[in-house]
């Protein structure tokens, strides 16, 4: 069974940048999909950016030209760079694989963004 484990988040104040990342038990390669996901308090959770087997990302309008999603195929590691980050980023943040139908997801990181 496929494992997905995030780490990277933390405390950072407004205008800073964190990078997070999900390491896969297998290679990144064989899914259709990767992506970042984040749940605030009280709230749904949604898309942040996703990149699928080809290399296409896509990313939700809040976010585009601050985030970045990218792979280490070395590493079977997925990367969400956070760059200008902004009090209402502040969410857990999950990492999800889809292969196929079958949607796996990692336990979630918390990134606090505050003064």
């Known amino acids: 069974q496929v494992q997905l484990v995030e780490s990277g988040g933390g405390l950072v104040q407004p205008g800073g940048s964190l990078r997070l990342s999900c390491a896969v038990s297998?290679?990144?390669?064989?899914?259709?999909?990767m992506g970042w996901y984040r749940q605030a308090p009280g709230k749904q959770r949604d898309l942040v950016a996703v990149?699928?087997?080809?290399?296409?990302?896509i990313y939700t309008d809040s976010v585009k030209g601050r985030f970045t999603i990218f792979r280490d195929g070395a590493k079977n590691t997925v990367y969400l760079q956070m760059n200008s980050l902004k009090p209402e980023d502040t969410a857990v943040y999950f990492c999800?694989?889809?292969?196929?139908?079958?949607?796996?997801w990692g336990q979630g990181t918390q990134v606090t963004v505050s003064s």
């Open positions: 990149i699928t087997k080809s290399g296409t990302t």
């Open positions: 297998g290679s990144i390669f064989m899914f259709d999909t």
């Open positions: 999800k694989a889809v292969l196929r139908g079958l949607h796996t």
